[in-house]
Protein backbone atom coordinates (compact mmCIF):
# COMPACT_ATOMS: atom_id res chain seq x y z
CA UNK A 1 0.00 0.00 0.00
CA UNK A 2 1.07 3.72 -0.75
CA UNK A 3 0.29 6.07 1.90
CA UNK A 4 -1.25 9.77 0.92
CA UNK A 5 -0.27 12.77 2.58
CA UNK A 6 -2.43 15.84 1.57
CA UNK A 7 -1.54 19.32 2.75
CA UNK A 8 -1.85 23.05 1.53
CA UNK A 9 -5.23 23.66 2.69
CA UNK A 10 -6.84 26.72 4.23
CA UNK A 11 -9.26 29.66 4.27
CA UNK A 12 -9.31 32.16 1.55
CA UNK A 13 -11.35 34.73 0.67
CA UNK A 14 -13.37 33.86 -2.72
CA UNK A 15 -11.21 34.87 -6.15
CA UNK A 16 -8.30 33.72 -3.90
CA UNK A 17 -5.89 30.56 -4.42
CA UNK A 18 -4.29 27.70 -3.03
CA UNK A 19 -1.78 25.45 -3.56
CA UNK A 20 -2.54 21.29 -2.35
CA UNK A 21 -0.42 18.93 -2.33
CA UNK A 22 -0.27 15.29 -1.82
CA UNK A 23 3.06 13.22 -0.72
CA UNK A 24 2.75 9.46 -1.27
CA UNK A 25 5.08 7.16 0.30
CA UNK A 26 6.54 5.21 -2.13
CA UNK A 27 8.06 5.79 -5.76
CA UNK A 28 6.01 3.67 -7.16
CA UNK A 29 3.53 6.18 -7.63
CA UNK A 30 5.14 7.60 -10.82
CA UNK A 31 3.30 4.61 -12.95
CA UNK A 32 -0.17 5.75 -12.27
CA UNK A 33 -2.85 7.80 -13.25
CA UNK A 34 -3.68 10.27 -10.43
CA UNK A 35 -6.62 12.28 -9.87
CA UNK A 36 -7.79 15.36 -6.84
CA UNK A 37 -11.12 14.58 -5.07
CA UNK A 38 -13.20 16.64 -2.85
CA UNK A 39 -16.14 16.34 -0.71
CA UNK A 40 -17.94 19.26 0.71
CA UNK A 41 -19.76 19.01 3.68
CA UNK A 42 -22.83 16.83 4.18
CA UNK A 43 -22.28 15.62 0.21
CA UNK A 44 -20.39 12.65 -1.38
CA UNK A 45 -16.48 12.63 -2.59
CA UNK A 46 -16.47 13.33 -6.28
CA UNK A 47 -13.40 13.57 -8.50
CA UNK A 48 -12.45 17.10 -9.71
CA UNK A 49 -9.15 16.95 -11.83
CA UNK A 50 -6.73 13.98 -12.77
CA UNK A 51 -3.51 13.25 -14.45
CA UNK A 52 -1.89 10.05 -16.31
CA UNK A 53 1.63 9.25 -15.49
CA UNK A 54 2.07 11.16 -18.94
CA UNK A 55 1.15 14.33 -17.68
CA UNK A 56 -2.33 14.49 -19.95
CA UNK A 57 -4.99 15.94 -17.69
CA UNK A 58 -8.82 16.35 -17.26
CA UNK A 59 -10.81 18.72 -15.12
CA UNK A 60 -14.83 18.39 -14.38
CA UNK A 61 -16.54 21.51 -16.03
CA UNK A 62 -17.08 23.40 -12.36
CA UNK A 63 -12.98 24.09 -12.15
CA UNK A 64 -11.94 23.62 -15.55
CA UNK A 65 -9.69 27.09 -16.13
CA UNK A 66 -8.93 27.60 -12.38
CA UNK A 67 -7.81 24.69 -11.26
CA UNK A 68 -4.48 23.40 -12.60
CA UNK A 69 -3.38 19.41 -11.85
CA UNK A 70 0.51 18.43 -11.55
CA UNK A 71 2.66 15.81 -10.84
CA UNK A 72 6.66 15.61 -10.11
CA UNK A 73 7.87 12.33 -10.05
CA UNK A 74 11.08 12.32 -8.81
CA UNK A 75 9.51 13.51 -5.48
CA UNK A 76 5.91 11.32 -5.49
CA UNK A 77 3.63 14.37 -5.19
CA UNK A 78 1.03 15.65 -6.89
CA UNK A 79 -0.32 19.34 -6.70
CA UNK A 80 -3.30 20.75 -7.42
CA UNK A 81 -3.01 24.80 -8.12
CA UNK A 82 -6.67 26.31 -7.26
CA UNK A 83 -7.00 30.34 -8.00
CA UNK A 84 -9.94 32.24 -8.67
CA UNK A 85 -11.60 30.35 -5.86
CA UNK A 86 -15.52 30.39 -5.06
CA UNK A 87 -17.53 29.50 -2.13
CA UNK A 88 -18.72 26.11 -3.62
CA UNK A 89 -15.09 24.85 -3.59
CA UNK A 90 -15.47 24.58 0.26
CA UNK A 91 -14.40 21.19 0.99
CA UNK A 92 -11.97 18.06 2.16
CA UNK A 93 -9.53 17.04 -0.76
CA UNK A 94 -8.06 14.53 -1.36
CA UNK A 95 -6.07 13.00 -3.58
CA UNK A 96 -5.58 8.89 -4.72
CA UNK A 97 -5.06 6.66 -8.04
CA UNK A 98 -7.85 7.88 -11.11
CA UNK A 99 -9.91 4.99 -10.34
CA UNK A 100 -11.42 5.13 -14.08
CA UNK A 101 -8.04 4.58 -15.14
CA UNK A 102 -6.09 2.08 -12.23
CA UNK A 103 -9.76 0.44 -11.36
CA UNK A 104 -9.03 0.79 -7.76
CA UNK A 105 -8.30 3.16 -4.89
CA UNK A 106 -5.65 3.24 -2.34
CA UNK A 107 -6.43 3.53 1.50
CA UNK A 108 -7.51 7.54 1.88
CA UNK A 109 -5.24 9.88 3.65
CA UNK A 110 -6.61 12.27 5.86
CA UNK A 111 -7.33 15.10 3.32
CA UNK A 112 -7.23 19.05 3.56
CA UNK A 113 -9.84 20.95 4.39
CA UNK A 114 -10.39 24.10 1.79
CA UNK A 115 -12.66 26.92 3.39
CA UNK A 116 -13.70 29.67 1.04
CA UNK A 117 -15.41 32.27 2.75
CA UNK A 118 -15.33 36.16 3.22
Known amino acids: QVQLVESGGGLVQPGGSLRLSCAASRSIFRIYAMGWYRQPPGKQRDLVATITNGGSTNYVDSVKGRFTISRDNAKNTVYLQMNSLKPEDTAVYYC????????????WGQGTQVTVSS
Open 96 to 107: NLDAAVEGRLWN
